[in-house]
């Protein structure tokens, strides 16, 4: 199956195939010269109410959900909704925002949500870096980001999620005492993002425990790939940052 991105005529713009701008396109009436047949994008372009893009958000944010009065924690990468549907289900004074670039993923996910019957659960496709920069500021209690690509060749880093500008955006998206809890398998990238959380006035610490009458239930939550990489005997290190200001 073809991701959005492949086959592309070296002629055409990124505006054009960007993460989520073929289902964009569909839920406009526009035409789409799609070839071979991609069934996860017909499939995501009826997940209406569930499954929203990037104008979609932007324009409805917080209310989206049945609450939209909750504190909205948003996991960075959801893969096929694991996380998603226990944290919602776990935590039902939260709403749980969903962000993946694929559309298998997020099909896969929103299905979980809608037999889960869950009413604080929603799955956003699109880049995570350009829906974060369309919210609202200190308008997340939360974000996750379990195991981003780490990039390890230093000529790539220019391509880790977790940088300076994260942190920066992090820094206004966040309520006050929010908290970012990231997961990883690279004992240098956490090393980093422990240095740059810091540098932008972040507070590393044990655990979740906002100050919201209980922490987040869920810290044993381990995921898809933390559940790979535990059986492939490999390390993981998982980071808990608060915002302080």
Known sequence: MVQENENIDQGTS??????GNYLIRLRNNETIDFNPFNQYLMLAKQLTGLLYTRPELQASFPNIFQD???????????????????????????NILGVDIKYKRVVKSCNKIKRASLRNAAIAIGDARELLTIISDRSLFGILAFFPD??????????????????????NKLTAKGFIWIKTDSKPYVD???AKAKKHGFIITEGLSPDRGRPLIGEDHRTFFEQLFTNMQQPIYQLFIIKSF
């Open 68 to 94: 939209p009065t909750l504190p909205v924690v948003m996991e960075i990468g959801c893969y096929m909704g694991y996380t998603v549907l226990e944290l919602a289900g776990r935590n039902p004074d939260l």
């Open 14 to 19: 990124y505006e054009q195939y960007a993460p």
């Open 192 to 194: 980093e993002v422990t």
């Open 150 to 171: 780490p990039w390890r060749r230093q000529k790539h880093e220019k391509h880790r999620f977790l940088d300076d500008h994260f942190f920066e955006t992090a820094a």
